[in-house]
């Protein structure tokens, strides 16, 4: 695995705050697992593709653990990545995860936790809002249309 600094960690919180220069600061150095991240954790599965493709899997596995995959949190602590692991926890509500990380004096993944846990609840929020539960209602319709590209010919009754 990776490892990543602290200063990598607070940059990644950053950009998942929507900050522009650490965004800026992950791509110039070559960070863009971390990108893929957030992007990840938001259904997109290009960076979920990304992040596997590229062996990145204890970032997929901590994208899997924040939606409460049992695997794949027992996927981090196989592998050692207990800060992913506990940083899971702590977006899943659980207090203990964030002492623990604070007493081991990983206070950037305890920040780093709660900015995506903020990014998950405001996506979360957004989606049962008037507006989201339109939008989610027009793209169900959207998956019962028909797709243009996937016409099959019909085959003409050779009796007629």
Do not use: C
């Amino acid at each position: 695995m990776k490892h990543y600094s602290t200063h990598a960690i607070d940059m990644f919180t950053r950009h998942v705050l929507n900050d522009t220069p650490g965004s800026n600061w992950l791509i110039e150095n070559n960070y863009r697992e971390l990108i893929a991240v957030i992007d990840a954790i938001r259904d997109d599965k290009f960076a979920f593709k990304y992040l596997i493709d590229g062996k990145h899997f204890e970032l997929a596995a901590f994208v899997n653990a924040i939606w409460e995959d049992a695997s794949a949190f027992k996927f981090l602590i196989d592998r050692k990545a207990f800060d992913w692991a506990a940083a899971a926890n702590i977006i899943n509500g659980d207090d203990k995860a964030e002492a623990t990380l604070e007493r081991a004096g990983k206070k950037h993944y305890v920040m780093m936790a709660h900015a995506i846990q903020s990014v998950v609840r405001a996506d979360g929020d957004r989606a049962v809002s008037p507006m989201g539960v339109i939008k989610s209602m027009l793209n169900f319709k959207k998956a019962f249309e028909k797709d243009p590209d996937d016409i099959t010919p019909v085959k003409k009754n050779p009796k007629k």
